[in-house]
Structures are given as C-alpha cells and as structure tokens.
C-alpha cells in the first residue's frame, strides 16, 4: 500500500502580553503577542500612541494555528461568502429608469427581474451591433454598384427598406475667375506687391453643406487693365 504525500502543521508557543495607559487621560488597552522567545530585548515596556509608557498588567501563553492560505486568498474567499450571504433574488430593489430628455421614473422590481431585464438589455446590444454591421456592408454594397446596375429600382427599395441613404464621396477640382480691386498707399514706403496681398487674402468658401473645400491655391494673379 503506497501512502501518499502528508503535510504536518506544528502550532507555535506565544506569549501575549497586555498594558494599559493613564485611565483619566488616555485609558488604552493594547496586547501584543510574541513568539515564545519572550518580549522584544527582554524588557516589557511599550510606549502608547499617546507618548506616555504603558503600565505593565498580566501576560499568558497562547496557541496561535498556523496559516495554511495566502492574503489574496483570504481575501477572495471573503469576498465570495459575503456576496452569497447578502444576495436576495427576492429583494425589492428602487432604480431609476431614464427616459431621454424628460423627467425620469422611479420603479420597483424584484433583483430576479432586474438580472433577467439586464441580460435581455446585453443580448439585444449584441444582436443591433451585429445587425448594423451587415446593414452597413449592404450599403457600400448598393452605393458602388448602384451607378452601373440594369436595375436601380430594385437597389433603390433595399435601401428604403433598411433606411440606408445612398451617399457617396466626389472628389473634384474647379477653376474659378476672379476679379475685383484693391486699393495702396501710392506714398508708402512698403512695395505694392499685388500678388501676396491676394494670395494672402483671397480664400473660397461653400454655402452648401454637401461640399467640403480642402487645399486652395492663388494662381495667376495679374492686373486687369
């Protein structure tokens, strides 16, 4: 018979020590637990926060068992206790429920209900991202093949039915004539230079929102006689 791995705890000695502060000024009870090698240099005396020496009461032995689980451990098990201690699916909940710009709601639900309406709520998010992305690949779909197709009609009712506007980017370029006057100083000291004051000065602008205006450049510029 094979006998398997066995680990032995051995419980350490301590010795607790306990001290008392002034009663009418601070009064304080502090204990302190030492290996059993006895308090710090061998002297029993301890300086309370107060600044004051604490008076020396009683000490006894105590068994302290050994720690078999690590900090973070601990901590995760507490955590996981107290949530399944505190959860209530039972527990009626107030929420505020928000909608849109006007004055929000105030509902009570049981947390069952909530957690079901939540997961519900997630679903739904997955299933419209989803759907939006292939809505969106029927669109570009339809806007580069709606030009050179034999049946735009048939194009067009998709891209009502899925509410897609049909838009698609030109890239142009446009060369405009321009004239008008400019008036110097004859008796200036500065030189007259036409050509800077209307490259400087001279910029186009769109009064429709469906065009955007990128890089401009001042050609030609010469005086009209």
Not at 179 to 191: A, C, H, P, W
Request: net charge negative.
């Amino acid at each position: 018979m094979s006998v398997g791995p066995c680990i032995i705890f051995v419980m350490t000695t301590w010795t607790k020590y306990t001290f008392t502060c002034d009663p009418d000024e601070c009064d304080t009870l502090i204990e302190v637990s030492c290996r059993d090698f006895g308090f710090p240099n061998g002297v029993t005396e301890l300086t309370c926060p107060c600044g004051r020496k604490m008076n020396y009461l009683s000490y006894e032995d105590v068994t302290i068992p050994p720690i078999t689980t690590t900090k973070e451990e601990q901590m995760e098990t507490d955590a996981t206790v107290s949530l399944e201690v505190n959860y209530n699916p039972d527990l009626l909940v107030t929420y505020k429920v928000l909608n849109g710009y006007s004055d929000p709601e105030y509902a009570t639900d049981k947390v069952r209900n909530i957690e079901w309406d939540l997961h519900t709520s997630r679903q739904n998010s997955k299933t419209v991202s989803n759907l939006q992305s292939k809505i969106n690949t029927v669109k570009n779909i339809i806007t580069e093949a709606y030009a050179d197709s034999d049946d735009q009609d048939t194009l067009r009712q998709i891209a009502e039915a899925l509410d897609i506007e049909l838009m698609r980017s030109v890239e142009w370029t446009a060369t405009i004539e321009v004239s008008g006057t400019y008036e110097y100083d004859v008796l200036s000291e500065y030189d007259f230079d036409l050509d800077g004051e209307i490259t400087d000065n001279l910029y186009v602008d769109s009064q429709s929102g469906a065009i955007t205006i990128g890089d401009t450049e001042v050609c030609n510029v010469r005086e009209a006689y």
